[in-house]
Nanobody
Framework: QVQLVESGGGLVQAGGSLRLSCAASGRTFSSYAMGWFRQAPGKEREFVAAFSRSGVSTYYADSVRGRFTISRDNAKNTVYLQMNSLKPDDTAVYYC?????????????????WGQGAQVTVSA
């Protein structure tokens, strides 16, 4: 069983930055592929960014590429999402997720474990 706890959400003005953290339990964190997803009110959950188990590959949604950066610290069992140049359209609940079977994935159904979510609100 893996438990994921997000932190770092909040309210920020457009153009500002936030860093989300996701702390994972378990001694085999380095074997998990990690991802970030988000869900805005009235919309479906969408992929944001992913980091492979190998620690080499990353994926980004087109809407965040160049503005967001995913990283991981295996020594701290933590994955991060640095969000810069935030826009009001980035407002959503952000979820981190762990995938124990696939090397890296943009698909939510490939992820086995999910955090509780962190609210990010970007004001115009």
């Amino acid at each position: 069983q893996v438990q994921l706890v997000e932190s770092g959400g909040g309210l920020v003005q457009a153009g500002g930055s936030l860093r989300l953290s996701c702390a994972a339990s378990g001694r085999t964190f380095s074997s998990y592929a990690m991802g970030w997803f988000r869900q805005a009110p009235g919309k479906e959950r969408e992929f944001v960014a992913a980091f492979s188990r190998s620690g080499v590959s990353t994926y980004y949604a087109d809407s965040v590429r160049g503005r967001f950066t995913i990283s991981r610290d295996n020594a701290k069992n933590t994955v991060y999402l640095q969000m810069n140049s935030l826009k009001p359209d980035d407002t959503a609940v952000y979820y981190c997720a762990a995938n124990t079977a696939v090397l890296i994935s943009k698909l939510s159904h490939n992820y086995d474990y999910w955090g509780q979510g962190a609210q990010v609100t970007v004001s115009a």
